[in-house]
């Protein structure tokens, strides 16, 4: 027999009790628990990797998961919850970047976004960036999808491949910030090498 608090019926209701119930770092690992893993998007001359954002406890796995893909650089768009001298020792640069939760990148920070791909990709183009936010599903893929954007795809392919890979990224105020965006023509091919030129 089950004990019932008055006022609370059906099974949503019990799950919602399960829930209040947990302990705070319970719910913390639940949360990280449902959180994807790093995700990788590759399109024309250029990948990234969009994750959550490390602690100095995880920064180790990161930088594992880094060297697999050949990572040079780290956008960390977020508050900091890391030191960046290991992954720098191990000759990953970390930018930081950080910009209000919720919200589109300010002008100033896409245009070190693009800047950083042209560089970067013309220097070595067999590498991925990677970029993080707090969950990896905000901040970090607006600036991904602004790439994939500026590579040809249209906001509705570049926002469609991003969710397949990380579930219920972009929220509104985003996806109509994507959706007004006009490429610029900031990225673009050399006789279709994997190769960026300025324009």
Not at 1 to 27: E, F, I, K, N
Not at 44 to 64: S, Y
Not at 73 to 100: H, P, S
Request: glycine fraction near 6%; hydrophobic fraction near 40%; proline fraction near 6%.
């Amino acid at each position: 027999m089950y004990c019932v608090p008055y006022g609370v019926s059906g099974l949503a209701d019990c799950a919602v009790l399960r829930c209040c119930a947990m302990s705070a770092p319970a719910m913390r690992h639940k949360a990280a628990a449902m959180r994807p893993g790093p995700s990788e998007i590759d399109f024309k001359n250029m990948r990234f990797l969009i994750t959550d954002r490390p602690t100095d406890a995880t920064v180790p796995a990161f930088l594992e998961e880094f060297k697999k893909r050949n990572v040079k650089d780290v956008v960390r768009v977020c508050e900091a919850t890391y030191q960046k001298d290991l992954l720098e020792k191990e000759g990953i640069n970390v930018w930081d970047w950080q910009f209000d939760d919720g919200s589109p990148p300010p002008a100033r920070i896409v245009e070190e976004w693009f800047q950083l791909l042209r560089k970067r990709f013309k220097e070595d183009p067999d590498c991925c960036i990677a970029v993080h936010c707090v969950a990896g599903l905000g901040r970090a893929p607006v600036l991904v999808a602004l790439a994939l954007i500026e590579l040809g795809m249209t906001y509705e392919d570049a926002v469609e491949l991003i969710r397949q890979k990380r579930r219920g990224a972009i929220n509104a105020k985003q996806l109509s910030y994507l959706e007004k965006y006009r490429p610029k023509s900031r990225l673009r091919l050399r006789n279709g090498h994997r190769q960026c030129t300025v324009q």
